[in-house]
Each structure stands twice: as C-alpha cells, then as structure tokens.
C-alpha cells in the first residue's frame, strides 16, 4: 500500500497551495520581497485556480524575457507547480531543478520537487528535498509531515 502525500506543491510568489493527492495540505504563508513581473504571480493564482494551462502560457512567456535571477527562479518555481497539477512529475523535477540552481534557499523549489520525486516513487530524493526545505521553512507542518510521508515510503521499499 501506498502512502499519499500532503499536496503542498507551493506556487511562489503567491503562498498558494494546491491538493494533488486528494488531501490538504496545511496552510503555509510565503512572503516574497523582490520586485517581480506581476504576470508570474499572476500565473500562481491562474494555476492555483485550475487554470493550469493558461496560468503556466503567462509564466513561459515571461521567462523569454530578462529577468533577475530570483524572479526566474520563483517564475521556474510556479511552472513546476503547473506540472504537479497535470501529473507531469518528471517535467516537474526538472523545472524546479532549474528553480533551485538559480537561488537555492526556495523551499517552494524544494517542496515542489520532493512531491514529484514522491509520485514517482523516488522517496530518498523526496526525504532529501523535504529536509532541506524544512532547514529553509522550520515552522512549515506541510513539510514535517510530507517528509514523514517520504521516510514511510522509503521503509516500505527496504521491508519488500
């Protein structure tokens, strides 16, 4: 039997969470204090109100463009989010890769991608990525309990 994690795939820049497992997550507040196209939290929201495919169109158009580190980080960070929400857990994975390699302190990145790496039963990944996001987020429930989730899947692959 499979454990289901908490859907707390976070859309940056707007401290949104959706439910990818059937489940809700608990609620998380994310600040973002950098200045940033408005169409990236604009694409969160889209997203995070199931207008995944027109949310993740706003976010790729603005990532044509020059953007400050951050800001293409928590924009990769959203469009990973867009990935969660139609099951495209690889995708995902490496969109917040790109996320992470751009500002590394995102515990969104990090979140976003320990849930994909859950999906797909990758579950020392997930563990790896929820530890480093809690390091980020210490007070986030969603995270001790989504990395509970993570270290029960591990067991249950050593005990088969």
Same mark, same amino acid.
């Given at each position: ?27 998380? &507040? ?31 158009? &603005? ?51 320990? &849930?994909a790496r859950f ?31 993570a270290e029960q ?8």
């Amino acid at each position: 039997m499979r454990a289901i994690i908490i859907g707390i795939f976070c859309l940056a820049a707007l401290g949104a969470h959706g439910a990818a497992a059937g489940k809700s997550p608990t609620a998380a &507040v994310t600040h973002i204090w950098f200045e940033s196209p408005p169409e990236i939290a604009e694409g969160g929201r889209l997203i995070n109100e199931g207008k995944i495919e027109e949310g993740m169109k706003l976010i790729r158009r &603005v990532l044509d463009h020059d953007l400050p580190s951050d800001a293409r980080a928590f924009a990769y960070t959203n469009l990973c989010g867009g990935y969660l929400e139609l099951n495209k857990y690889t995708k995902a994975i490496r969109t917040c890769r790109r996320a992470i390699k751009l500002n590394s302190r995102i515990w969104q990145a990090l979140s976003n991608r320990g &849930v994909a790496r859950f999906e797909l039963g990758r579950f020392d990944g997930a563990v790896e990525d929820f530890r480093r996001a809690i390091k980020l987020d210490p007070e986030n429930e969603a995270l001790k309990k989504n990395l509970a989730l993570a270290e029960q899947g591990q067991r249950s692959i050593i005990l088969h």
